[in-house]
């Protein structure tokens, strides 16, 4: 079965565009073939049976990457109370309160507060939530994940973490937070029921490959949801897990196609989030007296660190503050190599001397622009934690660029899409750090294929690849963002996405 998409405007390697079109035969593209600028284009002669669709000149790339994306929280959404549009603790409580009368489930749990976008930045308490409901467990998360509040009935659920409980106002940090999401989990079914729309909600931005990292708690409930969704999408898992433990899990996943889903690596966090004052660094926050906290002991982290090495996965670093950095960087010191062996997540705050040892070490820096936009602004939140001296020398893309170093782009799902994300890596706050658009796309989309681990033979559009492609309105390698509307979506040349169906629209059927 063929399908030629013809009149497009094709992304070549090169960062450049050109008019054209592309065969696709099965799961792999055919043909592509190249006319002279701004000439147009009839296709080939007609193969019979094969679908022809006039792109009409809309833009065909590769489809996007997101290299680090959790999404059993976005399959969940659903099943829980947003608390994005909150402004105030005060918002945050009236949703919550509305949203308890209707959920009638064990648990109220909602998501994604942001203080940061509040003018009043008092945090919520326990006894507030107390009296939202004081007979179920309460549980309300910040939008990084590393920070929550509790209920009382929650709280009294919780096992000892010195430091990271405050059991006065129900403020629980990193372990502990988690440990309270885990409490509250609705179930296997509940997410496998949501996985379906999760994955199509990600084909709308044009993602048809992510790096997710996964709960091995959720791991049953996650590869049910995949089974049993109709929208391909190709996944590298990164589980967050001791190496120690991961046979089963590794069982589980290779009963999958591997062409679609893998087991790539294991994640495991160095510090916390610099919206939580977690991310631990060298100098203290710019508004708390505390350098945060490094999260895992050395010597346990060199044990993850060869665990993981030793049965042929990557492992995965959450480091955000520099002094998390420095550890990453002394866990990779005894090792070398031309493939990567190892991901740093984040790698924010880096500083001048990371540079040397970035350089020699086998890692891939897993980025997320979006953040840069979200909170590294004048103003912004990531200004106010850690001034703007320090701000400025974070998320160093060009510098990056310049040392040749592996990047990669990710949401973190804060939010979601690349269209979106791209902008922070082309319009960073210091003018010097920012990348030509076509750098951006390409940590989206070529580089993310490229790199070891998750080498897969997508990301370029020449014949022979996997035929994963997204087609846009508008050309983000000219600067183009969210207005660049995607307009259809292939994975593995099936159409999993069509913006408009209607006949002989661009990207609908023919
Ligand atoms: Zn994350």
Not at 27 to 35: F, P, S
Not at 75 to 80: E, M, P, T, V
Not at 251 to 257: F, G, P, Q
Not at 451 to 470: F, K, M, S, T, W
Request: glycine share 10%; with cysteine.
């Amino acid at each position: 079965m063929q399908t030629v998409l013809t009149n497009a405007q094709i992304y070549g390697a090169d960062g450049r565009v050109r008019r054209g079109h592309v065969t696709i035969d099965g799961d792999r593209i055919g043909d592509v073939i190249t006319n002279r600028a701004g000439a147009g284009d009839e296709g080939p002669a007609p193969v019979k049976g094969a679908t022809v669709v006039d792109m009409k000149a809309a833009f065909l790339f590769p489809g996007f990457v997101d290299t680090h994306i959790h999404l059993t929280s976005l399959a969940l959404k659903s099943l829980r109370c947003d608390l994005a549009p909150a402004r105030s603790a005060g918002e945050l409580y009236d949703l919550l309160r509305a949203y308890a009368r209707i959920e009638d489930g064990p648990n109220v749990v909602g998501v994604d507060w942001d203080e940061s976008r509040w003018s009043d930045r008092t945090f919520p308490t326990r006894t507030e939530l107390d009296a939202i409901d004081e007979r179920r467990p309460v549980m309300a998360r910040r939008i990084c994940g590393h920070m929550g509040v509790v209920n009382s009935v929650l709280l009294s659920k919780i096992s000892d973490h010195p430091g990271f409980v405050d059991a006065e106002t129900g403020l629980l940090r990193e372990h502990a937070i988690w440990e309270a999401g885990r409490l509250v989990d609705p179930g296997p079914e509940r997410l496998a029921a949501g996985m379906e729309d999760a994955i199509r909600g990600l084909h709308k931005l044009g993602i048809t490959a992510i790096h997710d990292i996964v709960e091995p708690t959720r791991l049953e409930g996650y590869l049910e949801g995949v089974s049993s969704s109709s929208a391909p999408l190709r996944i590298d898992i990164l589980l967050h897990v001791d190496p120690d433990d991961i046979g089963p899990y590794r069982e589980m996943c290779e009963a999958h196609d591997a062409a679609f889903l893998r087991l790539a690596g294991v994640k495991c966090f160095l510090d916390g989030s610099l919206g939580g004052r977690t991310a631990a660094l060298s100098v203290p926050y710019g508004d708390e007296d505390t350098t945060g906290t490094l999260l895992i002991p050395g010597d346990r982290a060199d044990h993850i660190a060869r665990g993981t090495i030793e049965q042929g996965l990557v492992c995965a670093m959450h480091a955000i503050g520099d002094r998390a950095i420095d550890q990453a960087l002394d866990i990779m010191e005894p090792f070398s190599g031309d493939s990567p062996l190892f991901r740093i997540e984040h790698c924010e705050m880096v500083r001048e001397d990371h540079f040397p040892m970035l350089e020699k070490a086998p890692v891939v820096l897993a980025l997320q622009p979006n953040f840069v936009r979200n909170w590294a602004f004048r103003g912004g939140l990531y200004e106010s934690r850690i001034g703007r001296e320090r701000l400025h020398r974070c998320n160093p893309f060009r510098s990056f660029a310049a040392a040749g170093f592996d990047v990669i782009f990710g949401s973190d799902g804060m939010p979601p899409g690349p269209l979106y994300g791209l902008k922070g890596a082309t319009e960073h706050p210091v003018v010097s750090e920012r990348l030509t658009p076509v750098q951006a796309v390409d940590r989206y989309t070529r580089i993310p294929n490229l790199v070891g681990p998750h080498r897969r033979e997508a990301g370029i559009i020449e014949p022979g690849r996997l035929a994963d492609l997204v087609v846009l309105g508008a050309n983000p390698a000219e600067g183009a963002g969210e207005e660049a509307e995607v307009r259809a979506v292939y994975v593995g040349g099936e159409r999993v996405y069509s913006a408009d169906e209607r006949p002989g629209a661009p990207g609908g059927a023919a």
